[in-house]
């Protein structure tokens, strides 16, 4: 039965007996890439087990591999991140398999999610997870190449609300993490020490989905301080005495956006006009390689036919291929280049 244009669109909902740690991924394509199937899916999360599927029906120049996750919501991450997700020129199919579980699996399974609606209904039994400085959740946290473009920086004194700090702050905040709204940024800030730190608090534990708002919101803290003599006041960093003017806005969108384009080389009367016109043409990646083709419609799983482990594209093959790079020592080698 075909669906009114005016009904909403349909939205499948997993309970927790049709999820699982278990996983079907079709669509792969066959070209012995289970390894590097493995590894994407193993970033996020321990796998215990992952192999083909020989007797399982698929589609021609395709494989269907199993794998086993360590954790339920390992698998869930990997399922809701990695399902048509673009492999090698295919889009994956990946499906939870619950027949696959043992009676101890559907049992530690099911235990753990009463322990989660638990945890979620009653959370001030949970204990409280208190960040105290957001150096400490590691390094990746740490902001230390701002871009160019980031050149207004705002003061915030002591009288400014958490609620106005940042679009990560409500976001976080209707899920329930934070604590109470009304609070200020100076409950926040701890000023002891030689430049102070920041003291968040949180609710409950987060969920695999609300990591990367966290990290983004104290991503965004990250390197802010409180001064209580200061009032709020917007400052333009591109210039010495922090106010705007559009021709140093100008500077700093010509030099952040600004591509050099070797034409005099191409160009040169002394190469052969076809070499010019591939040259011109690699470097505005417009060479008909298999990526290419894909984008033009093409069906075809997309391998780099020298090194049979990338995709094709005019970078890989002009520069990164491992046979390429053989070919270019071998040139420099000839005309004494290191």
């Known amino acids: 039965m075909t669906q009114n244009r005016d009904e909403p ?6 309970t927790i007996c049709d999820e699982s740690r278990y996983l079907i991924v079709r669509n792969v394509p066959a070209l012995g890439c289970g390894d590097d199937l493995l590894n994407l899916f193993a970033s ?8 083909p599927m020989d007797a399982e029906d698929c589609e021609p120049f395709t494989d269907v ?31 939870y398999a619950p027949h696959f579980e043992s009676l101890s699996d559907t049992k530690e399974k099911l235990e753990g999610r009463r322990k989660e609606v638990l945890s979620r209904l009653n959370p001030g039994r949970s204990k ?17 190449n701002p871009s160019q473009t980031n050149c207004i920086s705002k003061q915030m004194s002591f009288n400014q609300r958490i609620s106005g700090e940042s679009d990560h702050v409500s976001r976080i905040k209707d899920s329930s993490i934070t604590t109470v709204s009304s609070n200020q940024v100076a409950d926040y800030w701890d000023p002891m020490g030689e430049e102070g730190g920041w003291t968040p608090h949180f609710l409950r534990p987060f969920n ?11 991503s965004s803290i990250q390197g802010k301080r409180l001064d209580a003599d200061v009032g ?13 003017t559009v021709k140093s ?45 894909k984008r033009r419609g093409w069906i075809l799983a997309n391998r780099c036919c020298l090194c049979c482990v990338e995709e094709e594209t005019i970078n890989h093959i002009l520069v990164h291929c491992s046979k390429a790079k053989i070919l270019w020592d071998l040139v420099f080698s000839l005309f004494g280049v290191n």
């Open 65 to 95: 591999y199993w794998i086993k996750f360590r954790l339920v919501s390992n698998a869930r991450f990997a399922k809701r991140k990695l399902d048509e997700f673009v492999f090698l020129g295919n889009r994956l199919k990946v499906e």
């Open 128 to 144: 409280m997870p208190t960040v105290h400085n957001p150096d400490a959740l590691g390094e990746p946290l740490l902001v230390k």
């Open 249 to 293: 806005l100008y500077k700093s969108l010509v030099h952040s956006c600004a591509v050099l384009f070797l034409c005099n080389i191409i160009w040169s009367p002394y190469v052969p006009i076809k070499v010019s016109f591939f040259a011109w043409k690699a470097s505005w990646e417009k060479v008909l390689t298999q990526d290419q083709l």
């Open 232 to 244: 709020d006041r917007m400052v333009w960093k591109e210039t010495k005495n922090e106010i705007f």
């Open 9 to 14: 669109p349909a939205v499948r909902v997993y």
């Open 208 to 218: 695999d989905w609300e990591v990367e708002e966290v990290e983004r919101l104290l």
């Open 44 to 51: 996020y999360g321990d796998i215990e087990e992952c192999k």
